[in-house]
């Protein structure tokens, strides 16, 4: 089993005005098990917070990594942690 797991990413590169968190979200719901949102930041990066088995976690991190994600991801950073919880499925903020 899993360890419970809570990521926090920010993506950068041309990531708002195409879909990104409409997508992120889809991502998240797909690979299951997870909950927390995405975000547009005011510099232009998209906050993900991601709260899950470990496993879900990073298979939401390879897929922001990835090559199939809307729009131009020119990196990702994050953050990993133990889960805070209060999160009601995976939003779009």
């Known amino acids: 089993m899993s ?7 920010w993506v950068r590169g041309h990531v708002q ?3 990104f968190r409409w997508f992120t979200r ?3 719901l ?3 098990g997870l909950s927390g949102f995405a975000l547009n930041l005011a510099d ?3 906050q993900v917070v991601a709260e899950g088995s ?6 939401l991190l390879d897929w922001l990594e990835g090559s ?5 991801v020119d990196g990702v950073t994050e953050i990993w942690d133990t889960p ?6 995976f939003a779009i903020r």
């Open 3 to 9: 360890e419970e797991a809570r990521l926090v990413a």
């Open 17 to 19: 005005g195409v879909g």
């Open 26 to 28: 889809a991502a998240a």
């Open 30 to 32: 797909e690979i299951g």
């Open 44 to 46: 232009g990066r998209v």
């Open 54 to 59: 470990r496993t879900a976690c990073q298979k």
């Open 68 to 72: 199939d994600t809307p729009g131009r």
């Open 84 to 89: 805070r919880g209060g999160y009601d499925g």
